[in-house]
């Protein structure tokens, strides 16, 4: 048996349970470069248990549809943030935790121009470009142990188009 997982638009609204949307909105907070740039201030809040933040790069294969949503991860020891380099829309799977147990899954369909970032310790699929390959600045926590939790589901959850 499947079950049918049915996209919604990301939004700061409806992304705030899981994380924030990381996008340019409204008017910036601050001036700056003698008027040349426009600063959008703290939009995001990075969250480790310890070790030290990190960026990486993810160099992510197209994926395609129907879309199986196998699995989905926390990370309880840190956030994790999701930047597209040229803007490439993703697929973002979210679920809440019932006692350890992913429950009430969402997915989001990103814009061009929008990145995440995921609450520590928030449920979620990998990241999933959308149709097309590309490069995600990754910024999450560098340290030991696993800092990895997966659910995988005995019944996986389809994603049919976007
Ligand atoms: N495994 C890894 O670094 N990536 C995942 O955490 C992910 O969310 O894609
Ligand atoms: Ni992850």
Known sequence: MTHT???QPLTAAAFAPFGEVIEVSGTPD????????GRHHDLA????ADGRVGISL???KARTFPYS???VERHPDGSQAFIPVSGTPMLVVVAEDRDGVPVN???FVSQPGQSINLHRGVWHGVLAPIEKPG???VIDRIGDGPNLQ?????????????
């Not at 601050?30 to 740039?37: A, E, L, S, T, V």
């Open 5 to 7: 997982l049915s996209t």
């Open 30 to 37: 601050k001036i700056i470069n003698q008027g040349m740039c």
């Open 45 to 48: 809040t990075l969250d480790f």
């Open 58 to 60: 993810f160099d992510a």
């Open 69 to 71: 949503v196998d699995m």
């Open 105 to 107: 899954l969402r997915a």
């Open 135 to 137: 490069q995600f600045i």
């Open 150 to 162: 997966e659910h995988w589901f005995d019944d996986p959850y389809i994603v049919q188009s976007v």
